[in-house]
């Protein structure tokens, strides 16, 4: 479970492919005493575990996760090669402080950046998501984006949706990176998704009789 605040922005140092998965090793700012083997990091959005650690001469850390070939194509992971950064997140502790919203790590879907437009001293970034998950994106809604909790500025008619970034979160997270045309991982607020279910918008279809008892 994580909040889409990011605290650090790791760089990727290392990918090797192993057998069907890709290692990926991860240099940040994170002490090595604070990662545990088996702990649970969100990278770019993306829950990931933790299979090995060590300290860095500078003080920081890296760590090695792995991801399986699923993930890699239904996630921006793919794209990531040796100097990408990604904002990272460390799971909730019970007690901490719930900033953002509930984020769980695991991708709905892989938008397109459309445009970004500077608006005084922040920015609005509008983003296509795809087709299938559209309609989840509100005005007001939560969303996270790349691991970054944000609140939906506008939705638009034709299932684009903007979000407004503050300066403080453009500078911390990798957000500023993003470009016209660049893929970005989106993932659903819980909430959304059970309000869909509860009006039957994604209910499954049933055949005639299949659910019914029989007295």
Known sequence: ????????????????????????????????????????????????????????????????????????????????????????????????????HFVFGHIDGVGEVMAIAEEGESYRITVRPPATIARYFARKGSAALNGVSLTIAAAHDNGDFDVAIIPHTWAVTTLHQLQPGSRINLEIDMLARYVARMIGVDAPTQSPGEGKTHG
């Open 1 to 100: 479970m994580f909040t889409g605040l990011v605290t650090e922005i790791g760089t990727i140092t290392a990918v090797e492919n192993r057998e069907g998965l890709s290692r990926f090793t991860v240099s940040c700012g994170y002490s090595a005493d604070d990662i545990d083997l088996g702990a649970s990091i969100m990278h770019a959005g993306v829950c990931l575990t933790v299979v090995a650690r060590g300290q860095a001469g500078d003080g920081g850390s890296w760590f090695c996760v792995e991801a399986v070939p699923e993930t890699l194509s239904l996630t921006v992971l793919g794209d990531w090669d040796v100097g990408t950064q990604v904002n990272l997140e460390q799971s909730l502790k019970l007690g901490d402080e719930l900033g953002g």
